[in-house]
């Protein structure tokens, strides 16, 4: 069972980035997945996460410039993020509940992450 986060990269304020996050060993139709970040001297927060039935959630910063998404043929979520601002620095990473629970639409327990992926907004 592996989650592996891509993507992100230096851009600028304004800009746009996308992540992947290839899973293995569980379909997403079956278990939730979620992207947190955690940014420098900060607390991990959750960003956005997608269920199993596709719904999806986001942080209320993020709520009008992310979006979460799926193909479930290829085992990949995504997160688009677009009109990103320096607070959007951080190391960002995809997690999933083993045991396939929710709670609005996001893990549960997150006990399986991928590497983390860093972004740095800056100009």
């Known amino acids: 069972v592996q989650l592996q986060a891509s993507g992100g990269g230096s851009v600028q304020p304004g800009g746009f980035t996308r992540l992947s996050c290839r899973t293995s060993?569980?379909?997403?139709?079956?278990?939730?997945i979620g992207w947190f970040r955690q940014a420098p001297g900060k607390e991990r927060a959750e960003v956005a996460c997608?269920?199993?039935?596709?719904?999806?959630f986001y942080g209320e910063p993020e709520k009008d410039r992310f979006l979460i998404s799926r193909d479930i043929g290829k085992n990949v979520v995504y997160l688009d993020m677009s009109n990103l601002e320096p607070e959007d620095t951080a190391i960002y990473y995809c997690?999933?509940?083993?045991?396939?629970?929710?709670?609005?639409?996001?893990?549960?327990?997150?006990?399986?992450w991928g590497k983390g992926t860093q972004v740095t907004v800056s100009s």
């Open positions: 060993g569980f379909t997403l139709d079956r278990h939730a």
């Open positions: 997608i269920g199993r039935d596709g719904s999806t």
């Open positions: 997690a999933a509940d083993s045991r396939g629970n929710e709670v609005d639409y996001c893990p549960q327990h997150a006990d399986l």
